[in-house]
């Protein structure tokens, strides 16, 4: 594959969810998600993927971590999309069947997925929220294994920032 990144919004409490919400709607970051990850192979948790409603974002390959990946897939058959929805019991396991893959694979959540998955990750686009709205769900810390590459957009409400492993 040609890079394992993450992109995500956090808020500047740390938050990017309530339950299985976004805390925010800013078009402009959704589009951003879009333009980014379109194409490509986007990999979630389980209830990630209950957020989008149990159906896969189209023009990308949707993939699963689940401890039930079966279930995920019964879901797909039934609501007649399973042929962009894989579903694994491990982020290791998806990362190894996509590795001869020349597309990208982005991370794009939940909290316990971003945590798990900090260390295979080559770079991460952020986009910092200009707000701190209420929350439970938090962005691990990361800046320990990350560093400021450069800024890719500025937005009233929002910047994205490219992060980069440390060497």
Known sequence: MSKVG???AIAENGVIGNGLEIP???SEDFKH?????????IVMGRRTWESLGSKPLPNRENVVITSCPEK???????KGVAENVRA????DSAIDTYKNDDRNLWIIGGAKLYESALDKCDEMLVSHVKMSPQGDIFFPQ???KFEKSETILTH?????VK????K
């Open 72 to 78: 995920i897939l019964q879901q797909a058959q039934e």
């Open 33 to 41: 998600f879009k333009r980014t990850t379109t194409g490509g192979i």
């Open 6 to 8: 993450a992109i995500v």
């Open 156 to 160: 009233s409400e929002f910047d994205v």
């Open 142 to 144: 990361f800046k320990d």
């Open 88 to 91: 694994y019991s491990s982020l």
């Open 24 to 26: 925010w709607h800013i």
């Open 163 to 166: 992060y980069i492993r440390r």
